[in-house]
């Protein structure tokens, strides 16, 4: 996913159809909201908050796989970390997270790890360039190698720019599992396709902030 830098969020959207619903959901009309986006097969109900997290992370887990730019985005905390758990399960009965274990604060990573950086910091490095660069809280991205000597890693963001991190940043706790984020998180990103899971921190202003991150489908 990458973090947008300028326009409205309703211009990210690939159909005019989405443009209206959204307005109606920013204005209050959450009537009209929700019939457009059922008519158009975008809402996926469910019995139990533990099938619709099931649900997201398999149609989640579908997309990402043909390689497009797909993202899990959650009301709350605890429900990101819930998805978090599943989505991580999901690429690991894959084969999908290889190579030894980094240990950081109590979490585990691998390569093909998902993660989020969760501090702004200069200093790090573009592979790319060969130069220093600043990394900002928020971004996303997949690990591509991890340097278990020196314990820097190397991330691989959803723009196909290629960074490391170091040491410092790494162990001072600042990346995380990063297959699910909070809505709060996901201000200013925009990925080709969203999942947003509720019905927990789904009120009206947070809804929108989710689902106008997707350009082409977001799914509530």
């Known amino acids: 996913c990458d973090r947008a830098q300028a326009g409205h ?31 158009h097969h975008r809402v996926v109900l469910a019995d139990t908050a533990h099938e619709v997290r099931h649900r997201a992370v398999e149609d989640w887990w579908n997309t990402h796989t043909t390689g ?45 790890d998902r993660i989020v950086l969760l501090r702004n910091m200069p200093g790090q490095r573009d592979l790319d360039t060969g130069r220093r660069c600043r990394v900002d809280n928020g971004m996303i991205g997949t690990i591509t190698h991890i340097n278990h000597h020196h314990t820097d890693v ?7 720019r290629h960074l490391r991190l170091d040491t410092e940043y790494v162990h001072g706790g600042n990346i995380d599992h990063g297959y699910a984020t909070t809505i709060h998180k996901a201000q200013g990103l925009t990925c080709d396709h969203i999942f947003v899971v509720g019905p927990a921190g789904l009120y009206r202003e947070a809804g929108y902030v989710a689902l106008s991150r997707a350009r082409n489908t977001a799914h509530l």
Request: proline share 1%; hydrophobic share 40%; aromatic share 8%.
């Open 154 to 160: 190397d991330v691989e963001l959803g723009n196909g």
């Open 9 to 39: 969020a309703l211009y990210r959207q690939r159909f005019a159809w989405e443009h209206t619903a959204l307005d109606h959901l920013r204005n209050g009309d959450l009537t009209t909201f929700w019939n457009t986006y059922k008519q």
């Open 68 to 112: 497009a730019n797909a993202h899990l985005i959650a009301g709350t905390r605890s429900e990101a970390k819930l998805l978090n758990t599943l989505a991580r399960q999901r690429a690991t009965t894959a084969g999908h997270l290889t190579g030894p274990v980094l240990t950081v604060r109590g979490k585990a990573f691998q390569v093909g």
